[in-house]
């Protein structure tokens, strides 16, 4: 089993830059791929970004592409989710996940474990 916790969130202008972080207990977290999703109020959960096992490869939502960079740190245990360039429209519950193979695939019923999110705003 994998818990996740995650860190980061905060309140930013529309413009700035955010750092979330996921940090996993756990001696086989280098065994998982990790994603993150996001959640608004009144919307369904989303894809973001997923990275593989060994970071070399990630995947992007559209909607994400070319502001947020995924990263990961096996020998620490964590995952990072850089944010540029916010927008209003991020504004939202962020969570990390793992699954047990990397894929691009956007369903979050892919994913096994998930952690307790942290809420970034975004203000315009």
């Known amino acids: 089993q994998v818990q996740l916790v995650e860190n980061g969130g905060g309140l930013v202008q529309a413009g700035g830059s955010l750092r979330l972080s996921c940090a996993a207990s756990g001696r086989t977290f280098s065994t998982y791929a990790v994603g993150w999703f996001r959640q608004a109020p009144g919307k369904e959960r989303e894809f973001v970004a997923v990275i593989s096992r060994s970071g070399g490869n990630t995947h992007y939502a559209e909607s994400v592409k070319g502001r947020f960079t995924i990263s990961r740190d096996n020998a620490k245990n964590t995952v990072v989710l850089q944010m540029n360039s916010l927008k209003p429209e991020d504004t939202a519950v962020y969570y990390c996940?793992?699954?047990?193979?990397?894929?691009?695939?956007?369903?979050?019923?892919?994913?096994?474990?998930w952690g307790q999110g942290t809420q970034v705003t975004v203000s315009s």
């Open positions: 996940a793992t699954k047990t193979y990397y894929s691009t695939a956007a369903r979050p019923n892919t994913y096994d474990y």
